[in-house]
């Protein structure tokens, strides 16, 4: 049965269609109090839901994150101003490195996902000896979950780092500073509702979650 969230994202599809032919001030400025009130304001709720759902299914407190519409342009050669896309983000609170989870929705993808970002020095080192030791069990996960490799984080190293061999079986884990899995929503997920879907989703991917958490268990 829908939970209502379909028809939210039936109305950002349309909405964020429309704003990638028309990414200007004026084309918001005109539509902005639908996009708050039939996307941002409902997809908040959905965030604070799965906020919960999270914390269930891990244990931890999880704390939620709509992302905003508006994009950081100062560093990009697109200056357009608006994200045609929604996403969110539940992460463990606190500055220490953990394990997050993410949705994303647009109008030619909707997916779940989780991983560790922007992985450096301590955390990065961290990170690599988790591959080395378990990168087969990461594996594992991704091939029994259906999930893959995400484009997320920043982009990969050319070459294995050191003190890895060139040829190490996980070369394309090492190569990277930021670990993310993704599984597209099956199809079907309207007449199921949003929020049960994700739900049915989130265990497929807790085993990868788990390996992560044991090297990044984010505030003690």
């Given at each position: 049965?829908?939970?209502?969230?379909?028809?939210?994202?039936?109305?950002?599809?349309?909405?964020?269609?429309?704003?990638?032919?028309?990414?200007?001030?004026?084309?918001?400025?005109?539509?902005?109090?639908?996009?708050?009130?039939?996307?941002r304001k409902p997809a908040e709720l959905l965030a604070d839901?799965?906020?919960?759902?999270?914390?269930?299914?891990?244990?931890?407190?999880?704390?939620?994150?709509?992302?905003?519409?508006?994009?950081?342009?100062?560093?990009?050669?697109?200056?357009?101003?608006?994200?045609?896309?929604?996403?969110?983000?539940?992460?463990?609170?606190?500055?220490?490195?953990?394990?997050?989870?993410f949705f994303g929705s647009a109008p030619d993808y909707l997916?779940?996902?989780?991983?560790?970002?922007?992985?450096?020095?301590?955390?990065?080192?961290?990170?690599?000896?988790?591959?080395?030791?378990?990168?087969?069990?990461?594996?594992?996960?991704?091939?029994t979950s259906g999930a893959r490799l995400s484009d997320w984080?920043?982009?990969?190293?050319?070459?294995?780092?050191?003190?890895?061999?060139?040829?190490?079986?996980?070369?394309?884990?090492?190569?990277?500073?930021?670990?993310?899995?993704?599984?597209?929503?099956?199809?079907?997920?309207?007449?199921?509702?949003?929020?049960?879907?994700?739900?049915?989703?989130?265990?497929?991917?807790?085993?990868?979650?788990?390996?992560?958490?044991?090297?990044?268990?984010?505030?003690?």
């Amino acid at each position: 049965m829908s939970d209502g969230f379909a028809e939210m994202i039936q109305r950002a599809n349309g909405f964020f269609t429309k704003l990638r032919a028309n990414n200007n001030r004026d084309f918001f400025e005109a539509h902005k109090d639908t996009y708050t009130s039939e996307i941002r304001k409902p997809a908040e709720l959905l965030a604070d839901l799965v906020a919960e759902d999270l914390s269930r299914h891990t244990g931890k407190l999880h704390a939620p994150k709509v992302f905003r519409i508006h994009r950081d342009v100062r560093f990009s050669k697109d200056k357009t101003p608006y994200n045609t896309h929604l996403h969110m983000m539940w992460s463990q609170p606190g500055d220490a490195p953990s394990p997050a989870w993410f949705f994303g929705s647009a109008p030619d993808y909707l997916l779940l996902g989780m991983g560790v970002m922007n992985l450096q020095k301590e955390s990065l080192t961290a990170y690599r000896s988790m591959i080395d030791r378990r990168g087969d069990d990461l594996t594992e996960v991704m091939e029994t979950s259906g999930a893959r490799l995400s484009d997320w984080g920043p982009e990969p190293l050319k070459r294995v780092p050191k003190p890895y061999d060139q040829d190490h079986p996980h070369a394309e884990f090492l190569k990277r500073k930021a670990f993310a899995l993704t599984r597209d929503l099956p199809d079907g997920w309207q007449d199921k509702g949003l929020l049960k879907t994700l739900n049915a989703v989130i265990p497929t991917l807790l085993p990868a979650w788990t390996i992560l958490h044991e090297t990044f268990p984010g505030r003690a």
